[in-house]
């Protein structure tokens, strides 16, 4: 996955789960929440809940559209 914000010359090569790379290719677009603080992958779903309104509040997340070309 090519991540790269509108406007911006240059976009950051993301690695993705196989799982997901179908999922995109099949509907052929998903929405992504990046946060800009760090998660650990352990946390379940409360925290993740906690993490996104957290973030949320404090304009933390960006949020974007990845489509298949």
């Known amino acids: 996955m090519l991540l790269r914000f509108h406007g911006a010359r240059y976009g950051l ?4 789960h196989p799982t997901w790379a ?4 099949g509907s052929g ?3 992504l929440l990046l946060g800009l ?4 992958q352990s946390a379940d779903a409360a925290r993740i809940d906690d993490y996104l309104e ?3 509040a404090a304009d933390r ?3 974007g559209l990845a489509r298949t070309a």
Do not use: G, N
């Not at 179908?22 to 290719?25: A, G, K, R, S, V």
């Open 13 to 16: 090569r993301l690695p993705t």
């Open 22 to 25: 179908d999922l995109l290719t």
């Open 29 to 31: 677009r998903a929405v």
């Open 37 to 40: 603080d760090p998660l650990p």
């Open 54 to 56: 957290t973030a949320l």
């Open 61 to 63: 997340l960006l949020f």
